[in-house]
């Protein structure tokens, strides 16, 4: 298991059950997570190219458990986690989901009534191939370097964590680009997912939603204000607000998936893995409450591949 920790970098977990800075999983199943240690010096492969390449790349091993990001990622920053690896030992196995993530050592922050966590300070992963150790998490990051150190220095292999940014001009072409609605229309990609294979979806943008056509909402929030202060996620008869993918059931809250904490550029990203099928968009507000919502305001959707 890794530990990252005190003087790292402060994620905000983007999943539904946790938020210290902004890590969005959007499966809320019951998955081993991680957590945040102590600084360390270890065994650091860094690269500064775009796109598919890495920012940072860190590679974590019996004889170098321990390591230091000394690149700060950005404040307000979207980037992707990508881990592959295991260690092994005997029949125990390590991969990432054995990852801990904590900002100043104090754990993660509890969401609300909404945070579950197996262990304190655990977020979860997106798996993506449990048995190669492929896992993958967005992060906002607050301008402080990750610390990275395994809690188990014993066995053989290694765990490596790339760390990529996520942008239009980083991630390269999109799969797909689709507008969707706002009104309680289901629509659908035209790009049919491979069963098991991961998508980023990115969701850019707002449109008028209520308030007798003044008040906006985007990928997950409404009725904020132009600073972004009063932004609900749950609001009215407990409608789970945002942009559904693969749902569309308002008497389910909430929502399977989760675009992750608020944003004020309203740009979001999820990790969605394929079902051999289109992929559904459904707006999610309140039942009988879609005749103030704009027929012509759309939210931009880019499909990609993972890096």
């Not at 790292?8 to 210290?20: F, I, N, P």
């Not at 607050?142 to 980083?170: E, R, W």
């Not at 407990?238 to 399977?256: F, H, M, S, V, W």
């Amino acid at each position: 298991m890794l530990l990252m920790g005190e003087g790292s970098e402060k994620l905000m977990v983007g999943d539904r059950y946790l938020a210290v800075g902004h890590t969005q999983n959007v499966m809320r199943l019951d998955r081993r997570l991680l957590r945040l240690a102590t600084p360390a010096v270890g065994f650091i492969v860094l690269s500064q190219a775009m796109g598919a390449s890495p920012l940072e790349s860190v590679s974590l091993t019996a004889s170098h458990p321990e390591a230091k990001l000394p690149i700060t990622l950005k404040s307000g920053q979207l980037y992707l986690l990508k881990s592959s690896g295991l260690l092994r030992w005997g029949k125990q196995v390590l991969n990432a989901e054995s990852i801990y993530v904590a900002g100043n050592g104090d754990g993660i922050p509890e969401a609300g009534s909404r945070s579950v966590r197996a262990a304190p300070g655990r977020i979860e992963w997106f798996r993506d191939d449990a048995k190669a150790g492929a896992y993958e998490m967005i992060v906002t990051g607050v301008g402080v370097p990750l610390d990275l150190k395994l809690a188990h220095a014993a066995g053989k292999g290694a765990i490596t964590i790339k760390v990529f940014p996520l942008s239009a001009s980083s991630l390269g072409k999109p799969l797909e680009s689709l507008k969707v609605s706002v009104m309680q229309v289901k629509e659908y990609s035209s790009l049919v997912t491979k069963p098991g294979t991961v998508y980023l979806l990115e969701c850019i943008g707002q449109g008028r939603v209520g308030g007798g056509g003044l008040g906006h909402g985007d990928a997950d929030y409404m009725d904020y204000r132009a600073d972004g202060s009063g932004h609900e996620d749950i609001g009215d008869r407990n409608t789970d607000y945002g942009l559904g993918i693969d749902e569309a059931d308002q008497n389910i809250t909430p929502r399977k998936r989760w675009w992750g904490p608020f944003r004020l550029d309203h740009d979001y990203f999820m990790l969605f893995e394929g079902t051999g099928k289109p992929i559904q968009f459904y707006y999610y507000d309140v039942l009988g409450g879609y005749g103030d919502n704009s027929p012509t305001d759309r939210l931009q959707v880019n499909i990609f591949k993972t890096p």
